[in-house]
């Protein structure tokens, strides 16, 4: 079983709408939850990043995590063609500077 | 700012030859961190540096591969001999080591052996 599972897609969606993307893992020790992009043929991005449970918002972008359930999710309200990348979740344990990444989501909005 | 500075952008090499990877982090960061990427394995981490001293090398896949640090502001990756299988996008990223939560990544370099 791999530390961190997420569904690699594609993912396909209109213009507007409500995207939902979500990630498992195993180890309880996990503490840090991030969230990267990754446009094509380009380095991974910062999107967001939160510090144990509970919801983060950023424009249209609102990162959750369930601890107890050990699951996190990025929502993308009001998705654009500029939002179509590839989205990473990433987990890091409280000491030390490993992140164990996610298979990534691949999210195609059209116009 | 300038970003992570990775070169080559590209390398085309024949199968039994060196490849050498370069990185420059970002001035004032003290973690620098080497990753591979392909379709099959997604996002793996190879090394990872702390204040230039490596700390964690349990990703690097076999002794073709070594990584080193001689100073803050420069890193390489070296495959030697190259093989076919290590065709991927090598990512070089770092931060600060009171953040490791945020990592930023370089362009990648996309390596393809033949």
């Known amino acids: 079983q791999k530390e961190v599972e997420q569904d690699p897609g594609p993912l396909s969606v209109p213009e507007g709408a409500i995207v939902s993307l979500n990630c498992t893992y195993s180890n309880s020790a996990f503490q840090y939850f991030m969230w990267y992009r990754q446009y094509s043929r380009k380095g991974p991005e910062l999107l967001m990043y939160?510090?144990?449970?509970g919801n983060k918002e950023d424009g249209r972008f609102t990162a959750q995590v369930d601890k107890s359930s050990k699951y996190i999710s990025l929502f993308i309200r009001d998705s654009q063609p500029s939002d179509s990348a590839t989205y990473l979740c990433a987990m890091i344990w409280n000491q030390g500077g490993k992140l164990i990444f996610g298979q990534g989501t691949e999210l195609s909005v059209k116009p | 700012d300038a970003g992570v500075i990775q070169s080559p952008r590209h390398e085309v090499t024949e199968m039994g030859q060196e490849v050498t990877l370069r990185c420059k982090p970002i001035s004032g960061h003290n973690s620098l961190f080497w990753y591979r990427q392909t379709m099959m394995r997604g996002l793996e981490l190879l090394i990872y540096f702390n204040n230039n001293v490596p700390i964690d090398d349990s990703g690097m896949p076999e002794d073709r591969f070594s990584a080193k640090m001689p100073n803050a502001s420069f890193s390489t990756l070296k495959i030697q001999p190259s093989e076919p299988r290590d065709s991927a996008v090598y990512f070089c990223a770092s931060s600060f080591s009171g953040s490791p939560e945020t990592q930023y990544f370089g362009p990648g370099t996309r390596l393809l052996v033949l």
């Open positions: 939160t510090y144990s449970s």
